[in-house]
């Protein structure tokens, strides 16, 4: 028996761990010290179909279409949070597609249109966003860090914010110190966007798309509009921001500056290069064709 024993531990020694424990690395949970857990870009779609509820095939189609591309293209594991607004009833449309955290909280009751998204409040409202629940100096082990980050959003519409610029997603803390946040197009007819401290803009005349801001090291940042990048500039991070990450909104220092617009889709995550960001997007597009969102995608 102890012979028996003895070449049972000598064949796992060297076949290694089986399969079944690569979720964790190869180790147990509490039996292997400083083992990195490994994400698997597997399984997503069913199990956000199984929090999500009765669905019809359309949406249950594009759902499931989505989140298979998004494990194959390996960007599951790089995102903290994915909300599709864009969807068949406000709250199916509140839920994290990446997990159970994160889901979204409406305040100042943000109407809500089938497979569109939610509406922002009046120029520089104050009291109608989502709250993210999202707060990168308190999220445990995110994706998003303080030089690996991203935000993105999808605009449905064209209106002007108004005074104010109001933000399409992001947060401020310290008197704007620290700062993440997205406008797709300003007062000033650009794109401005800041990820973890530093500035980019660029000239834009719609506010209708999928806009991305990402922080791909100290020192620099770029802003992708519908998977291509539109501009890249020097701006040297700071400690990411201490707020919750709003969206139709931005969060500044605890009070809501709103945007008009109808918000289809937003994400929160670490740094997506060039690929990731046109895969990205044509995923994500191609679910807003699905379900009628878009008619075509950019």
């Not at 998004?70 to 995102?79: F, P, Q, R, T």
């Not at 991203?150 to 947060?171: C, E, K, R, V, W």
């Not at 406008?183 to 834009?204: E, H, K, Y």
Request: aromatic content about 8%.
């Amino acid at each position: 028996m102890k012979r028996l024993a003895a070449l049972l531990l000598l064949a796992f020694a060297y076949l290694g761990p089986t399969p079944a424990l690569a979720q964790f690395g190869g180790c147990l949970p509490g039996l292997c010290a400083n083992k990195v857990v490994v994400c698997i870009n597997s399984g997503h779609a069913a199990a956000f179909l199984a929090r999500a509820g009765t669905l019809d095939g359309t949406h249950t189609t594009a759902y499931t279409n989505l989140l298979n591309s998004l494990d194959g293209h390996a960007l599951s594991c790089k995102l903290d949070m994915l909300h599709v607004y864009a969807t068949q009833n406000s709250t199916v449309a509140l839920l994290n597609l990446i997990s159970t955290n994160y889901a979204g909280t409406a305040h100042g009751s943000p109407a809500f249109t089938s497979d569109l998204g939610f509406t922002g409040g009046s120029a520089g409202n104050s009291t109608v966003y989502i709250d993210t629940g999202f707060n990168p100096s308190t999220a445990v082990s995110p994706n998003y860090t303080q030089n690996s980050a991203h935000l993105s959003g999808y605009t449905m519409t064209n209106a002007a914010p108004g005074f104010g610029d109001g933000g399409l997603i992001g947060a401020s803390s310290g008197a704007g110190s620290r700062s993440s946040f997205l406008v797709p197009r300003s007062s000033a007819a650009v794109f401005r966007l800041t990820i973890n401290g530093g500035v980019d803009t660029f000239a834009q005349s719609t506010r209708i798309g999928h806009y991305l801001g990402n922080r791909e090291n100290v020192s620099s940042l770029t802003g992708y509009i519908n998977g291509s990048s539109v501009v890249t500039g020097a701006g040297a991070s700071g400690a990411a921001v201490q707020n919750n990450i709003y969206t139709l909104s931005a969060n500044i220092d605890g009070t809501g500056n709103g945007d008009p617009n109808i918000v289809g889709m937003a994400s929160i995550g670490s740094s997506l290069n060039g690929t990731d960001n046109t895969n990205f997007h044509n995923d994500v597009c191609t679910y807003m064709l699905a379900v009628g969102a878009v008619g075509s995608c950019p």
